[in-house]
């Protein structure tokens, strides 16, 4: 299974890098003024129109396959275990030790974490 990851690892990220060249490689809106006045784009390999049509399909491929990568990948790292996971257990942990409000006179929360209570003397002082 891990092997399977790494591999979609690899594919997501040779995608990654294809759309960066791609997106890089295509002309701009405003090169197509330059292209009307004799530019020489109708003489090359995918002719006049060719080279935008390729270029955009290519980058829709590869976004595609990037987006694929992607969520194949949250599927694989959501089967595992939450125990490997330090945030998980940290929050699970606090919520069990919590001290409850009860000696103010404050309805209980169950699973929230409260501030320790103020000295005696510092209330008495407050009143």
Do not use: E, Y
């Not at 699970?92 to 000295?119: E, K, L, Q």
């Amino acid at each position: 299974m891990q092997f399977f990851a790494n591999l979609v690892l690899i594919v997501q990220l040779l995608s990654a890098l294809a759309i960066i060249g791609l997106v890089l490689v295509q002309h701009g809106k405003g090169a197509d003024m330059g292209a009307s006045f004799g530019s020489g784009a109708s003489g090359s390999l995918f002719g006049a129109t060719g080279s935008a049509n390729f270029l955009s399909r290519s980058t829709a491929v590869a976004a595609t396959l990037f987006f694929g990568c992607t969520l194949g990948l949250a599927f694989l790292s959501n089967g595992r275990s939450s125990a490997s996971n330090g945030a998980d257990s940290v929050l699970d942990r606090a919520a069990v030790v919590a001290p409850t409000p009860a000696a103010s006179g404050a309805a209980a929360i169950p699973g929230a974490i409260v501030a320790p209570a103020a000295s005696a003397a510092a209330s008495a002082a407050a009143n």
